[in-house]
């Protein structure tokens, strides 16, 4: 019995678990167990591995990758842990960078043992330089969703420049591949993918990172894919292919759920050019006191609340519950608008509230309630913005134009609770808040949604 | 022109891999609802942690002397166990609350 055989099969069944495992995910009611089933399947390939080898190893590098796994394991568990619901979308695009980096350190290593054997150097290049970008774009990009870096700066002509780097990035490749096999070459080009995958990503607007991280995400299962086409790994090359393609079709779907095309994130982006027509959107806006504002909602019929990043960043899903516990039992019927892209990714703002055990039953998604804003007596904003911005539908020189919405003007009161007036994500004026019948709440969410709830509470 | 036919043919399994494991790839997460999103990019990537088999095997093939690649293979393994073990644990985090409905 060959011992290679063995590890083939493990191999194989780990495959088998990330296709089943995904498809398991694109299940609510069965993507838990896709999860686990996956990971399962990773345990035995990494355990297979170690175990399955073939010719001595000198002990110390036994005790070197396991330490290193032990490390890893208690870093990455305790990340994952800790980290607040609200914070999940960077540390995944910070996992992802991980990931990226790996696969550059296996092509930075492994180059030397290949010199001469041209169409290795390339899958190691290839390797190197989607790695490298697939992790100085995560780190970008994590910078971005947890504030550090909050303006999305550009150089001149920043398109040109990049095309024109990715450009030299492929040619170089072939030189070093085909002329010039030298380590120099090595680290000029993974120095090279480390700027390109910083410019790549810096342009791009932050309310786009989902986006970019669904992408980035798809390049390291690429980086993946040629580290198995390297070492003829099977289980490799199926996890690598498998995120690579799935995760492209999961960035279009992602694109498409915000009316826009990849090309458009990635190169158009918000323009500049459209905030001198909406800024002058202005008018007088209304404000409104937490007493009114509870009385408004104590009789009303129908209640929508629309959730949007600043409630979660408060914390104030719990409060937010609350409130509408309160008025259910006052009678008023309570749903909640989620809108595709509410919070900062597809599906956060769902994960969010389900997290503050709000009934699934009551979030509605944006096809479901548009219908309803007309019979609706108040709408309540809590912290979104760009998602009931109506320029989306009638300004065309509107950076958000075309983007579908929530039609919250249609009800018979909006009230909007923000914390200033400053812009939402797209960095753009919204005119809703201009609205005749929209009411400002100045205020933390959390501390405004206290003081609503402990008002009702009084009536 | 020759070499790449002679490519092609050598590693015709592998291309044959390929092509299938993409339509795969698209095919089963055909129809994913958008709540879906987020968890599924999520344990998308930590399935491509399986680099993480890569850096052993790097740290396999090094010569016990070599500290340099010693150091920058453990480091690879590291940085493969986070994206790994992060990847699942952020996705399961994500989905326990799918599990609550009635």
Same mark, same amino acid.
């Given at each position: ?70 490390? !890893? ?20 695009? *910070? ?35 989607? !790695?490298?970008?697939?992790?100085? !774009? ?16 550009? *150089? ?14 492929? @040619? ?58 390297? %070492? ?35 190169? !158009? ?13 202005? @008018? ?37 519950? $609350?409130? +509408?516990?309160?008025? $259910?039992?006052?009678?008023? +019927? ?10 900062? =990714?597809?599906?956060? =703002? ?9 009934? %699934?039953?009551?979030?509605? +998604? ?35 134009? @075309? ?5 919250? +003007? *249609? ?13 939402? %994500? ?34 | ?102």
């Amino acid at each position: 019995m060959n011992k290679k055989h063995i590890l083939d099969i493990i191999y194989l069944i780990a495959s088998v678990t990330f296709v089943i495992g995904l498809k398991m995910l694109s299940n609510p009611q069965s993507a838990r167990k896709g999860n686990l089933f996956a990971a399962a399947g990773m345990f035995f390939a990494i355990i297979g591995t170690i175990i399955i080898k073939h010719g001595t190893v000198a002990p110390i590098i036994y005790y070197l990758i396991c330490g290193s796994i032990f490390i !890893g394991t208690v870093i990455g568990w305790v990340a994952a842990k800790k980290v607040k619901m609200t914070a999940m979308p960077e540390m995944v695009s *910070l996992f992802n960078g991980m990931g990226g980096a790996c696969a550059a350190l296996i092509s930075l290593l492994e180059f030397q043992h290949y010199v001469g054997v041209t169409h290795k150097i390339i899958i190691i290049l290839l390797g190197m330089v989607i !790695g490298s970008i697939s992790f100085s !774009g995560s780190i970008i990009a994590f910078l971005k969703l947890n504030g550090t870096m909050k303006k999305s700066f550009r *150089l001149p002509k920043y398109n040109i420049i990049n095309t024109v780097l990715l450009i030299f990035l492929l @040619g170089f490749i072939s030189y070093t591949s085909f002329a010039n096999q030298q380590p120099l070459c090595l680290y000029l080009l993974f120095a090279s993918a480390l700027v390109y995958g910083i410019l790549f990503v810096v342009p791009i607007g932050g309310a786009d990172m989902p986006v970019v991280i669904s992408l980035l995400n798809s390049f390291t299962g690429l980086a993946t894919a040629f580290g198995g086409f390297l %070492y003829n790994n099977q289980v490799m090359l199926t996890g690598g292919i498998l995120v690579g393609s799935a995760g492209t079709f999961l960035t279009i779907v992602m694109c498409h759920a915000m009316n826009r095309t990849l090309t458009n994130v990635l190169f !158009g982006g918000f323009s500049e050019e459209g905030t001198s027509a909406t800024s002058s959107a202005k @008018g007088s806006i209304k404000d409104i006191s937490v007493t009114d504002a509870a009385v408004l909602m104590n009789y009303s019929k129908t209640v929508v609340i629309v959730p949007g990043y600043g409630l979660a960043v408060a914390q104030a899903q719990h409060v937010m519950h $609350e409130l +509408e516990q309160l008025l $259910e039992s006052r009678g008023v +019927e309570v749903k909640y608008a989620i809108h595709p892209v509410a919070g900062r =990714m597809p599906g956060h =703002m769902n994960v969010l509230l389900a997290e503050s055990n709000v009934d %699934y039953e009551k979030l509605l +998604e944006m096809d479901d309630i548009n219908s309803d804003f007309p019979n609706t007596d108040v709408v309540l904003v809590v912290g979104a913005n760009d998602v009931v911005n109506p320029a989306a539908k009638n300004d065309s020189s509107s950076p958000i134009y @075309g983007m579908p919405i929530l039609d919250v +003007e *249609l009800a018979r009161h909006i009230i909007v609770n923000k914390r200033s007036m400053n812009v939402g %994500y797209a960095g753009i004026d919204n005119e809703l808040f201009y609205n005749p019948k929209t009411s400002m709440l100045f205020g933390d969410a959390k501390g405004v949604l206290t003081k609503l709830v402990s008002e009702l509470k009084t009536m | 022109m020759i070499d790449v036919i002679n490519f092609l043919g050598e590693n015709i399994q592998m291309i044959y891999f390929l092509v299938l494991s993409i339509f795969v790839g698209v095919e089963v997460i055909g129809k994913v609802p958008s709540v879906l999103h987020t968890p599924l990019m999520s344990g998308a990537n930590a399935i491509h942690g399986v680099i993480i088999v890569g850096s052993i095997i790097v740290m396999l093939n090094t010569e016990p002397e070599n500290t340099l690649l010693l150091v920058l293979g453990s480091i690879a393994v590291v940085l493969g166990t986070l994206n790994v073990v992060g990847g699942f644990v952020v996705t399961d985090r994500m989905l326990e609350f799918f599990k609550k409905k009635k």
